[in-house]
């Protein structure tokens, strides 16, 4: 075979390799959905890895998956009340509580994980192409392994208070899937100021703290004055928390106003979300 021949064989075989241009999005909400499922391997794997490195090398295990909600139970009961007498809508105080913790530590663990995702994973996003949106769903939905050990207790306080769930358990996952999405919409805001803005990381811990005060979790919608009821329908882990009481506790028919408010709510908040995040990848690898 003469060199000239091995030149032009060389030359078919590159140009019959597939190559891929990557560029950058266009338009505010260029979601491909087709490319996240292509790459649904790589969200397994941040899912499992992030559930791995949290109980890696503790003591107590999954059981701090318990301890957090079952012990802030404990102090609310003590606090609101024991000493501030905080009304429960005719439910054991305990159970009321903890049927609230339990969609709140969902959406409150998932906005803190999602939010340090991308920063967290700088070296695997300055090196190789993926979807990034993928790092902070990833980092929400691996939180829905604590959130099924510490539901495992709910179940438990049903039983001890004589509490039978009615067919409103139904759409208990409709609740759970609003609770996570509301996470990823805050998160994708927050993980894409966190790339550019560091100091975005520290200011969650105490923005999550006042949003769980601004929460129905230790006192019901009802306490409410009645004109201020619409604006604070405005936070989605309103409506979440008043379906999971109606869901679980067979609760009297809650404000649907409040939940399809709150729902209207998470679902502005996830597209303005996407439209930002797919806005400002592109410059995730140099700032980063």
Known sequence: ???????????????AVAVRVIE?????LALDFKELWDYRELLYFLIWRDVKIKYKQTIIGAGWAILQPFLTMIIFTLVFKKIADIPSDNIPYPIFVYTALLPWNLFSGGLNRATASLVAQSNLISKVYFPRMIVPIAAT???VVDFAIAFTILVGMMFWYGIVPTAAILSLPLFIAIALVAALSVGLWLSAFNVRYHDVGHAIP????????ASPVAYPVSALPERWRLIYSLN?????????????LGKESPDFVVIA???IAMIALLFSGIAYFRRTERTFADLI
């Open 206 to 213: 105490f923005l999550v703290q006042i949003w769980m005060f």
């Open 24 to 28: 950058p999005s266009r338009g505010w």
């Open 141 to 143: 939905l691996s939180g």
């Open 1 to 15: 075979m003469s060199v000239l021949e091995s030149e032009a064989g060389q030359a078919r075989a590159t140009s």
């Open 261 to 263: 408010v709150s729902s």
């Open 236 to 248: 989605p882990l309103a409506g979440v928390i008043e379906g999971f009481r109606w869901a679980l």
